[in-house]
């Protein structure tokens, strides 16, 4: 992962010349339906952001407002420092986006379509980033060369989907939306999506903001999770954080002398070194196992909804806990 901007000593929050993203007290109301409530966030420069949530939960309202591409009913927000609802055409240079899908412009040629896609950025190009990106090297950076000269109407979904990505980030955005990006990959093609996001963020400074269904994906991608449930955030932290929030145990394995053995610790650290200290040479395997992001993620989301149930019985006079 790139190298992370200091924080705030006092808010312990990044310096406001770091934020890409910063949401206060977002809301959405669709009619009488309120979908987001309060939330609040903030993204680094460089930094990837993955988005997690049930469907419903509000996740891709987020990411439109945050694109411009809907009104929100209240709150602040400031992407690359201007408001997206009133952003002009110099701002929208700046970001990429990947859709879930898209399947126009059958009849062009992969290249000749990002070529042409990418005539558009060069007004917006400037000292410190030239614009578009090259469309050889974005064609490569996809695994598409081989099909460079293709019609896109004849791509597989896997190759369809690579270019997609192309699209979002020919323009070398500053930042970069991806909605569910890796859906249609075989394992290769996950892979190099991977290795694709970690050279954006790190190498270019990309900040990159994620939904995604896959928790695996998310934790292999992440610097830091939000967790939407109910138009809420009810857990923002890397994947570590938010494992120790829902529990402080752990999981040692061990094996000696043939036999294995398992022992839950809060103090999965102490409990190895005074393992390894008594070893006699016999401790061939180890390994440290703490919750899974899924069961972070279930159990979060979890706890959220019993919650809405135990405030909707309290107002009927039922129990709470």
Known sequence: MSARPDTDVATGLPSPSDDVVHVDDLRMRYGTVDVLHGVSFRARRGEVLVVLGPNGAGKTTIIEILEGFRMRSAGTIEVLGQDPATADEAWR????????????????????LLQHLGSFYAPYSTAARSRPLDTDDVVEMVRLREHADQRI??????????????IGIIGRPELLFLDEPTAGFDPQARRDFHDLVHRLSDLEGTTILLTTHDLDEAEKLADRILILAGGRIVANGSADQLAREVSSRAEVRWMRGGSNFIHATDDAAGFVRNLLAHDDGEVTELEVRRASLEDTYMTLVQRHETGRRDETLAGFGGPTR
């Open 153 to 166: 109407a004849t791509l597989s979904g896997g190759q369809r989907r690579r270019l997609d990505v192309a």
């Open 93 to 112: 240079a700046r970001i990429g986006v990947v859709l879930q899908s898209w399947r126009d412009h059958g009849k062009w040629r992969v290249r000749e």
